[in-house]
C-alpha cells in the first residue's frame, strides 16, 4: 500500500513516514519545503532501511497532485502541510487561507478525480476556541477561531464534514493534536523551526544550549496549579503512530474525528523543572506578562480514540524532554 504524505519532511510529517515505512507502507512525499530540509526525509530513509519517493512541488498545484495520482497507486493521503505560525497567521491571514484551504481544496479535488477516497487530515485542538470547558470532547461544536490559523483549520473540517455527508465514497479521519513536543529517541529528526521559536519546548531546548539567554514564562497569575498556562504536551513518535493506527481505520465510509493527547495537563513551570532535572541543565527563566491569544489551560479528552481506535499516548513527560533534549544536542543549529 502506497501512502501519500503531504507535508511529509515537516516536524510531525518526519516521524509519520519513518512510523509508516517501518510499518511496511510505500510512502510518497508531497513538500514545497517552505518549512522544512530534506535532510529530515534522508534520515528517515537511512533509520527505515528503506526509501521512500520524494516531489518537491505544492498542494496548491493541481497539475502536480494529478501528475502524483497518475504515476502512484496512491491508496490513502496523509494531509500535513500548512502553515502553522499562529501570530503570523494574523498579519497574513490570505497566505494561511491560501495555503491551508485552498491547498485542502485542490487537493480533496484532486483525490476525488483520482478516485482516491481515503485522508487523514491534521487539525487542531484550536477548533474548540476560547469557551469550550476542559477537557476537550469531541462531541462540543466548533468554538470561534481566534486566528486565521485556527479558522483554517475549522474551515477545512467543516468542507470536509460538507463533502462526506454528500459522497458516500470518502473515509476521513481528522485529527485534533494537542501540544506535540519531543523527538525520535535517536535524535536524528526533531523540531527545526527556522528563526525565533514560538513554542515552547524549542525555545526552552535553545536557552538550555545557550542559544538563547533566557526563557520568558508568558504569565503567571493564571488559575492554574501554579499560575503558568496548562497544555496538553503529547511525544511526536505517539503522534506519528496515532496517523498510522488512523489510517488503518479507513475501511469505513464517512467522517470521523479524534482528540491526539494524553488528557493530562501539565504547566509552563511543571514543564521547565522536569527538563532540568531529566537533563540536568540549567535553564534560566523570567516571569513576563501573559501572551495575548493564550487560553489559561487546556487539555484533551482522548477517551474517544482509545474506545474507538486503541490508541493511546503512551510515552511520558520524561521522555519527551529527554527526546528533545537529545536532538537539540545532536543537532544544535538544526538539520544541516
Ligand atoms: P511543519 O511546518 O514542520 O510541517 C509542515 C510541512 O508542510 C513543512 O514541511 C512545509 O514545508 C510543508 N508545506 C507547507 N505548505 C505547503 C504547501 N503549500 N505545499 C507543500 N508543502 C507545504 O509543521 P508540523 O508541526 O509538522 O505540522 C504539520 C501539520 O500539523 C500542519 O498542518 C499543522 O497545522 C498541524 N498541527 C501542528 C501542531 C503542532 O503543534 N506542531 C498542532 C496542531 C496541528
Ligand atoms: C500554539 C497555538 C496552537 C498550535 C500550537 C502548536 C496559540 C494561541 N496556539 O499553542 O494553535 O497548535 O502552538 O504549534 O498560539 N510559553 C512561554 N514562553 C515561551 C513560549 C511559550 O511561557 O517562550 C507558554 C505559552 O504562553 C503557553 C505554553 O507555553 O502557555 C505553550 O505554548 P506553545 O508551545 O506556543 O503552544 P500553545 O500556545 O498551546
Not at 132 to 139: G, L, S, T
Request: net charge negative; hydrophobic share 40%; charged share 20%.
Amino acid at each position: 500500500m502506497t501512502i501519500l504524505v503531504t507535508g511529509g519532511a515537516g516536524y510531525i510529517g518526519s516521524h509519520t513516514v519513518l512510523t509508516l515505512l517501518e510499518a511496511g507502507y510505500g510512502v510518497v512525499v508531497l513538500d514545497n519545503l517552505c518549512n522544512a530540509s530534506l535532510e529530515s526525509l534522508r534520515r528517515v530513509e537511512r533509520m527505515a532501511g528503506r526509501e521512500l519517493a520524494f516531489v518537491k512541488g505544492d498542494v496548491c498545484d493541481q497539475a502536480c497532485l494529478d501528475a502524483i495520482f497518475a504515476e502512484w497507486e496512491i491508496t490513502a493521503v496523509i494531509h500535513l502541510a500548512g502553515l502553522k505560525a499562529v501570530e503570523e497567521s494574523v498579519q497574513q491571514p490570505l497566505d494561511y487561507y491560501g495555503n491551508n484551504v485552498g491547498g485542502s481544496l485542490t487537493l480533496y479535488q484532486a483525490m476525488r478525480s483520482a478516485g482516491v477516497h481515503r485522508l487523514v487530515f491534521s487539525s487542531s485542538a484550536t477548533v474548540y476556541g476560547a469557551e469550550a470547558p476542559v477537557p476537550y470532547r469531541e462531541d462540543f461544536p466548533r468554538g470561534v477561531p481566534s486566528s486565521a490559523y485556527g479558522a483554517s483549520k475549522a474551515m477545512v473540517e467543516q468542507m470536509l464534514e460538507e463533502l462526506c455527508s454528500v459522497e458516500n465514497a470518502w473515509s476521513v479521519v481528522m485529527l485534533r493534536y494537542f501540544n506535540p513536543i519531543g523527538a525520535h529517541a535517536s535524535g536524528q529528526i526533531g523540531e527545526d523551526p527556522r528563526g525565533f521559536p514560538n513554542n515552547l519546548m524549542p525555545y526552552i531546548a535553545q536557552v538550555a544550549a545557550g542559544r538563547r539567554e533566557t526563557l520568558s514564562i508568558f504569565g503567571d497569575d493564571y488559575p492554574t496549579v501554579d499560575g503558568t498556562c496548562e497544555r496538553d504536551y503529547l511525544h511526536v513518535m505517539d503522534l506519528a503512530e496515532g496517523h498510522v493506527v488512523a489510517m488503518k481505520h479507513l475501511d469505513r465510509t464517512g467522517i470521523q474525528c479524534y482528540n491526539l493527547g494524553t488528557g493530562r495537563p501539565v504547566s509552563v513551570l511543571q514543564m521547565v523543572s522536569r527538563f532540568i532535572a531529566v537533563n540536568g541543565v540549567d535553564v534560566p527563566y523570567l516571569m513576563a506578562p501573559r501572551r495575548a491569544g493564550d487560553l489559561p489551560a487546556f487539555w484533551a479528552d482522548p477517551t474517544k480514540a482509545w474506545n474507538e481506535l486503541g490508541w493511546r499516548a503512551r510515552r511520558c513527560l520524561d521522555s519527551m524532554v529527554r527526546d528533545t533534549w537529545r536532538w537539540q544536542q545532536l543537532n544544535p543549529d538544526g538539520y544541516p
